[in-house]
């Protein structure tokens, strides 16, 4: 599992939002960004897009753009759903993710 592979940065994502969610604030936008998970704008557009789509997360919007393709809004509202959790504590690959990552506070500088 490399450090940019999607269950990877999946699981660092819904994590960061699991935690914000626990501690009663809202995602970072300095935080939650392609920078932060060290895999390019595109990639992470498309992985919020992704969990998006599927249920795990809310509050993100999506817009298309002429020359930028499609651009990321919202990241402030971002939050983790019900599905969300229920994924980041049932699937496989995310227990696999947590047995190499462990707490968010581990891997995300300065918590």
């Given at each position: 599992m490399g450090n940019n592979d999607f269950f990877t940065v999946t699981y660092k994502i819904l994590s960061?939002?699991?935690y914000c969610?626990?501690?009663g604030i809202n995602p970072?936008?300095?935080?939650?960004?392609?920078d932060t998970f060290n895999i390019s704008k595109v990639q992470f557009?498309?992985?919020?897009?992704?969990?998006s789509e599927h249920g795990y997360?809310?509050?993100v919007r999506f817009t298309q753009a002429k020359t930028e393709g499609t651009v990321v809004g919202g990241l402030h509202n971002t939050s983790i759903t019900v599905?969300?959790?229920q994924y980041l504590?049932?699937?496989s690959m995310m227990k696999?993710?947590?047995?190499?990552?462990?707490?968010?506070?581990?891997?995300?500088?300065?918590?």
């Amino acid at each position: 599992m490399g450090n940019n592979d999607f269950f990877t940065v999946t699981y660092k994502i819904l994590s960061y939002l699991k935690y914000c969610y626990e501690n009663g604030i809202n995602p970072d936008p300095n935080i939650l960004n392609a920078d932060t998970f060290n895999i390019s704008k595109v990639q992470f557009g498309r992985t919020l897009q992704m969990l998006s789509e599927h249920g795990y997360i809310s509050g993100v919007r999506f817009t298309q753009a002429k020359t930028e393709g499609t651009v990321v809004g919202g990241l402030h509202n971002t939050s983790i759903t019900v599905e969300g959790l229920q994924y980041l504590a049932e699937n496989s690959m995310m227990k696999k993710a947590y047995r190499i990552f462990k707490e968010v506070r581990d891997w995300l500088p300065g918590f």
